[in-house]
């Protein structure tokens, strides 16, 4: 076969890369801090033991595999857009949320990503933070769009640069797409504050912004999940036009189950039910239906009021433990390793992951050295921190900084 001879090998993906070499290291103190998922205080994946109730519930059914609509399990998504906008949100409460089920947050939004692309026009730009999570641009620029950048990080405090931030936006286009982290951002786990926040939606209404919100974290970040709704809400309750993406692999523990939504706030149900057929017709040659297994999980999470409350209970159990380890990081690097750096941003810092402001040479040198495995951009997961680790962690991070 020769047709494919011209392929070129593509570059391995950053993050798989790190996760590769680590299975690699034979040591017995190796840490992998690069991977984005959940592991409990022994450094295990963790299954919420409200998912595997709602499963056990599932199987006794003996519920049949046919096909589910187009934008999935209507229970489901009426869940997931009160989960998000809360259940006082006026455009909930008047149905005019266009919203589908999809694939976590991924697929939920290049599902979005392809309906700017058709409803907005090709030549429509995205503006992203600098950095943002790197499958973002993938996403974009495979659905056809263009993204530039907002400065997001003063990479010489580790915190926002709220000057840089409103000075960029003030500078795009009126009637731009903004892309924004609803809570927990990812890589730099740097947030804007509640006041920032009303900076940011005063320049995006000013100039008329459509907000593509991507929600991967909420209830994850702080334990409360309308406490991590407040950006979102914040733009919806000011009747901004809004486009949400939204995963339930971190909060859930859902991962693989593939599970989120897409949902596109309208200004009446006429206009909802007119989105919402486009995008249907979107969705329809790009994978058919979603998948039903992990939509009956989070349904019965959401609509069980004790599974729910159990969930609740867990979900604050997760961020609890990871907030304790960037304190607990921070104390042994001020406290018990006398290091004389400004360590505030791992505490200040909120969600799965913190921007240590490790340069790629100390990247480098954790591996190689210490058998610390973190991305080349210094962003280390929390949820690979434990009581275990933690002060090894700490010792490194001083060596290598010193
Ligand atoms: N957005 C952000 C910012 C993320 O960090 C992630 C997960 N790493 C996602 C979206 C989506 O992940 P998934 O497709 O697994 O839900």
């Not at 034979?26 to 109730?53: E, F, M, Q, W």
């Not at 329809?284 to 159990?310: H, V």
Request: net charge neutral; aromatic share 8%.
């Amino acid at each position: 076969i020769t047709a494919w001879a011209n392929v070129p090998m593509g570059p391995p993906d950053p993050i798989l890369g790190v996760v590769e070499a680590f299975k690699k290291d034979t040591s017995d103190i190796k840490v992998n801090l690069s991977v984005g998922a959940y592991r409990d205080d022994s450094g295990k994946p963790r299954v919420l033991d409200c998912v595997r109730k709602a499963e056990d519930f599932i199987i006794s059914q003996r519920l049949d595999k046919e096909y589910i609509p187009i934008i999935g399990l209507d229970s489901f998504n009426q869940a997931a857009i009160k989960f998000a906008y809360g259940e006082n949100s006026a455009p909930l409460k008047e149905n005019r949320i266009a919203v589908a089920q999809s694939l976590s947050g991924t697929g939920s939004l290049r599902v979005a990503a392809s309906y700017i692309q058709r409803f907005m026009g090709s030549n429509t730009t995205i503006l992203v933070p600098k950095p943002t999570w790197g499958n973002h641009l993938s996403v974009f620029h495979d659905a056809g769009l263009k993204t530039t950048d907002y400065r997001y990080l003063n990479k010489s405090t580790n915190s926002l640069d709220i000057q840089g931030f409103l000075s960029d936006i003030e500078a795009a286009p009126n009637g731009s797409v903004i892309l924004l982290h609803g809570c927990a951002h990812n890589p730099t786990g740097v947030d804007p504050s509640p006041e920032q926040w009303k900076q940011i939606m005063e320049v995006s209404q000013r100039k008329k912004f459509v907000n593509f919100f991507d929600v991967a974290y909420q209830g994850f970040a702080s334990g409360d999940p309308h406490k991590d709704a407040y950006s979102l809400r914040l733009f919806t309750d000011n009747n901004l036009p809004i486009i949400l993406a939204q995963s339930f692999a971190k909060n859930m523990g859902l991962y693989g189950e593939r599970i989120g939504a897409v949902s596109i706030v309208c200004n009446d149900v006429e206009e909802k039910n007119r989105v919402l057929s486009q995008m249907k017709i979107l969705i329809r040659p790009l994978y058919s239906s979603p998948p039903i297994s992990g939509a009956r999980i989070a349904e019965r999470i959401f609509n069980d009021p004790s599974l729910n409350k159990e969930w609740l209970t867990e979900l604050k159990g997760m961020a609890d433990r990871i907030i304790e380890m960037r304190s607990l990081l921070k104390s042994h690097l001020v406290n018990d390793f006398n290091s004389k750096l400004n360590w505030d941003h791992i505490t200040s810092q909120i969600g799965m992951f913190c921007f240590t402001g490790m340069t790629p040479e100390q990247v480098v040198r954790l591996r190689d050295e210490f058998h610390i495995y973190l991305t080349s951009n210094g962003r280390i997961s929390v949820a690979g921190v434990n009581s275990k680790n933690v002060r090894y962690i700490a010792e490194s991070f001083h060596k290598v900084t010193q």
